[in-house]
């Protein structure tokens, strides 16, 4: 929902901050007060068209924002579309758009605090708000929406996923047959560089960690002689054998002797005897691991020509088929898959071609059974949404869902006994059908598409019936209604009102209105008025208490004396029952 509106140096409108609870919002006030104004500067936030002459005069800029307070199914989705453009906020429940119109031409569009394109803007805001009396910004007048409404309100959500999955596999399944029954000469190249991939990995006999291994040996390889140096004079220094050179063994066998000798006139050096004797036996078995290292290093440069020979093979295949020899293995595995399936494939595009049938078949007997009952859903909306025109004043209006398919050669086959009769027809993920609002306003002419409907208060009266019956299938949190009071009366405005106001269980409203029986219904009441401040017009919005709206309904209906206050406060009474009534049955 729409929490906070921000607008700078707009039209007549200097500065004004509205905050904007999730319930009924009703504006009014004098025409051309700038009710419509501040819708206009919604319509631009969501990326509306921006004429220069919105700025404000003597202001060089025009700034609006929007902070947004998500819901978790609206979050989910529009995270999706964030992350994709690293425009993640703070806190993923809260979504802030802004739009600045510079009057030297510049215009910056901002979601979270960052620059996004216009259409990056405008596709975020349309699932944001609904706008109704301005058609850019308006879900139902998208017809590539009219079968996520009609799926919705009729419960086939389940169908339509199910019968998605058909397709998506057999998409893979299309896909596999493009990728075998490609140029026959590209087959036969292909597997040429397969087999000789696949040969020259098994050639190698590579096995994993060998690399290391064989980097260790080169490194003693080539400090043989070094390393026979250094492993001799340890030895010597530990045990020698030179006649009369005492090595470290000696030494410590000499000093463990003589210990034993002071133990045995005074045990107090018992402990110092018994780790004398440990570091001898120790001392012992780091002379013999170095003797043996000693004895198995040797000079071998037929070995080490070996070795670097093994580690450019190694080095060769990695250029061209991983950085590791587990990569290379990997490579390796992947080429002998391929060219096992290209040698068989004949046997596999036959396997293909079958599962392609079962699965035309099979999305064909889904999507007819989904086109009938989005032929029932239809009808069942068509009458709720005529007995809802009938209540807004218009019970010469007619409305209609066409649900039509489009023949395809290379289509689903429908089974013959359906509504369709077993063609084969055009499909996607949403099934076989294609879907439209068709209305008539007025008795005698035929239903047309919404988006030619005339637009003003017929157009928004239209919409908030079908907004009344698609409540819970419409997602846009938040609904502004403008010019819906147009050409109706007192009565009719109360049926608005109540209709408006029973929208609110899914969704947030905000209503621009003149008639005091609509706006009485409004959980919340804006005062628009204008004043002249420094010889300069401006707007401004105020929030009414309990009082001030009373004087404001009866200003409404056409004069603030005591009997049309009495009026207004008997008026609110009504309408306050009647909601508590209202929300008791429906708890």
């Known amino acids: 929902m729409l929490a906070e509106l921000t607008i700078r140096d707009f039209a ?29 500067a919604v319509s631009l936030l969501l990326g509306g068209r921006a004429p220069r002459d919105v700025i404000r005069t003597g202001a060089d800029r025009t700034l609006i924002e929007g902070i947004f307070h998500l819901g978790p199914a609206l979050q989910a989705e529009l995270d999706r579309l964030l992350a994709a453009d690293g425009l993640e906020g703070d806190d993923p429940a809260t979504l802030t758009l802004a739009r600045e119109i510079r009057r030297e031409g510049r215009n910056i569009c901002r979601v979270n605090g960052r620059a996004v394109t216009l259409s990056a803007l405008e596709a975020i805001g349309q699932r944001l708000i609904d706008i109704h009396g301005q058609s850019d910004h308006l879900s139902l007048l998208r017809v590539r929406e009219h079968i996520d409404f009609l799926d919705r309100y009729g419960g086939l959500w389940p169908q339509r996923e199910e019968l998605a999955a058909r397709v998506s596999a057999l998409r893979q399944v299309r896909q596999q047959l493009a990728d075998l029954m490609r140029d026959e000469r590209e087959l036969a190249r292909r597997v040429d560089l397969l087999e000789y991939q696949v040969q020259e990995i098994n050639a190698a006999g590579l096995v994993e960690g060998e690399e ?5 040996e080169r490194t003693r390889l080539t400090n043989a002689e070094r390393l026979l140096t250094l492993a001799e004079a340890a030895y010597k220094a530990l045990y020698s054998t030179e006649e009369g050179r005492l090595g470290a063994s000696d030494l410590l066998g000499e000093a463990t002797k003589a210990l034993s000798q002071l133990v045995a006139i005074d045990s107090s050096l018992a402990e110092a005897l018994q780790a004398a004797e440990e570091l001898s036996y120790r001392l012992e078995d780091v002379a013999a691991t170095v003797r043996d290292y000693r004895d198995t290093v040797e000079y071998n440069p037929r070995r080490l020509a070996q070795v670097e020979e093994r580690l450019s093979l190694i080095h060769g295949l990695k250029r061209k088929y991983g950085d590791s020899i587990e990569e290379i293995l990997a490579f390796g595995r992947r080429a002998a898959e391929e060219l096992e399936s290209i040698t068989h494939s004949e046997e596999r595009i036959e396997e293909l071609r079958a599962q392609e049938v079962a699965l035309l078949q099979e999305i064909g007997r889904l999507g007819a059974a989904l086109s009938e009952a989005r032929s029932q859903a239809a009808e069942q909306l068509r009458a709720e949404v005529e007995r809802e025109l009938a209540d807004l004043s218009m019970e010469g209006a007619r409305f209609a869902v066409s649900i039509e398919q489009r023949q395809d050669a290379e289509g689903a086959w429908v089974p013959v006994p359906s509504r369709v009769n077993g063609r084969r027809l055009a499909f996607d993920r949403t099934g076989i059908d294609r879907v439209e609002f068709l209305i008539s306003p007025n008795v005698g002419e035929p239903v047309k598409p919404l988006a030619r409907v005339a637009s003003g208060g017929e157009t928004s009266r239209l919409m908030l019936a079908l907004k009344t019956v698609l409540s819970l299938a419409d997602e846009t949190p938040t609904l502004i209604f403008d010019e819906i009071d147009a050409g109706i009366g007192g009565r009719a405005g109360a049926v608005v009102g109540r209709k ?19 706006a009485a219904y409004g959980d919340v009441h804006f005062r628009v008025a204008k004043a002249v401040v420094g010889q300069r017009t401006v707007a401004g919005v105020e929030l009414l208490d309990a009082e001030d709206r009373i004087a404001e309904l009866a200003a409404m209906l056409r004069a603030d004396r005591p009997e049309t206050r ?5 008026m609110l009474a009504e309408i306050t029952r009647e909601k508590v009534c209202r929300a008791t049955s429906n708890g």
């Open 500 to 518: 408006l106001w029973s929208l609110t269980s899914e969704h947030q409203v905000l209503c621009v209105t003149h008639l005091p029986q609509l």
């Open 12 to 40: 007549i409108i200097d500065e004004l901050h509205l905050t904007l609870p999730p319930t009924f919002n009703v504006l009014t006030g004098e025409t051309g007060a700038g009710k419509s104004i501040i819708v206009d």
């Open 566 to 570: 009495q009026s207004a406060r008997a």
């Open 212 to 216: 290391e291994e064989l980097r260790a």
